[in-house]
Structures are given as structure tokens and as C-alpha cells.
């Protein structure tokens, strides 16, 4: 990447021109969005633990407020048929690596909430369903695997909740999002 070619001073002050041209590829190069990774990749174990469970750090609290952290969460890109909650075999690979997460050692005494998301195709009251389906789909996959079903909730959102709402009928939206809520109350 070309760096900006320092002017000697008399002429700055008088080429400012010439100077925004020489650093003209620095600006447009840092206009560009970063490259964003496949759509239908598949997250790993550690991947998704490290969103629902970043690493402890120091903060300051000033006196007399408390801190509320905000819930973690990380968005799946989980396949399903076509209008339906059908769960493809594709969509084993990444269940497999959730499940994996939700039970590690970080996890494993925390709830989740399973939220499905739809993008804006379709009629709003059929996407909600669809999405609450998809979601229960998730959790039943979970729930045959061994994990214990009073730590999963779910929820379907449809469109309300779009990922990319400057384009709403992005695949990106189509989504299963879990959410941490906490650990489980004993």
C-alpha cells in the first residue's frame, strides 16, 4: 500500500492538491469494506465459544453505577430446505461443532436461547412460523444429541430482526443466532 509522500513545507502549504492526490490511495483503499467470510462456512467449536464466551478483562466501573454485560451470541449460517425446517446434511457439520461448544467447560452451565431469522421474502406472519420451527428444529437436533433441553429456549423472529437491513433480502438473514442468557439457576 503507497504511503503519503511528505511535502516539504512551502510546498504543502501551497499544493494542497498535489498533497491529497499523492494520498489518494491510502483514502480509497481504506473506503473498501474488509472481505467478508463465506456465507456457508462453518464455524468451530472454539469459534463459537470464543462469541458466546469471550475472554475475562479488566474494566473500569466507576463508583456507584453497576455493570450489566450485554448477552453474547453468534449468528449460524444453518442450511435447511427450502421453506421448510427440514434440517439438509449439510447442516450436521456446524450443528455438531454448536453442540460441542454449548457443552465445553465454559458453556456447559449456561442457557441459550435458539432464535431463527428469516430475510424478507415471503408473507411476515409465514416467516415468523418458519423461523420458530427452524429454531425448534436446532434444538431438537441438540436435544437428541444429549444436551439437556431446560437449557435451550427458543424463539422465531422472522424478519424483525434483520442481520443486513440495508438489504433485506440478503441470504445473510436467513440465520439461527444463539444467544447466551446466563447460567442456569439451580
Known amino acids: 500500500m503507497p504511503l503519503c509522500i511528505q511535502w516539504p513545507r512551502r510546498t504543502l502549504l501551497g499544493s494542497v492538491p498535489a498533497l491529497a492526490l499523492a494520498c489518494a490511495p491510502i483514502l480509497t483503499s481504506a473506503a473498501q469494506p474488509a472481505p467478508q467470510s ?14 458466546l464466551h469471550p475472554p475475562a478483562t479488566r474494566s473500569f466501573t466507576p463508583r456507584g ?71 425448534q428444529a436446532v434444538r431438537d437436533f441438540l436435544v437428541a444429541k444429549g444436551m439437556d433441553a431446560q437449557r435451550l429456549d427458543t424463539v422465531g423472529y422472522g424478519a424483525d430482526r434483520l442481520l443486513n437491513p440495508d438489504r433485506p433480502e440478503d441470504p445473510r438473514n436467513r440465520r439461527v443466532e444463539i444467544i447466551d442468557l446466563g447460567e442456569v439457576s439451580q
Open 65 to 135: 453505577l453497576t455493570r450489566r454485560d450485554a448477552a453474547q451470541s453468534v449468528s449460524l449460517n444453518i442450511q435447511f430446505a427450502h421453506n421448510s425446517s427440514a434440517l439438509q446434511t449439510e447442516a450436521a457439520a456446524q450443528l455438531n461443532q454448536l453442540l460441542a461448544a454449548l457443552t465445553s467447560a465454559s458453556l456447559r452451565k449456561d442457557r441459550f436461547q435458539v432464535a431463527g431469522h428469516t430475510d424478507t421474502k415471503g408473507a411476515p406472519q409465514f416467516n415468523k412460523r418458519l423461523s420458530l420451527r427452524r429454531a
Open 38 to 51: 463465506a456465507p456457508n462456512a462453518v464455524l468451530s467449536q472454539q469459534q463459537i465459544e470464543e462469541a
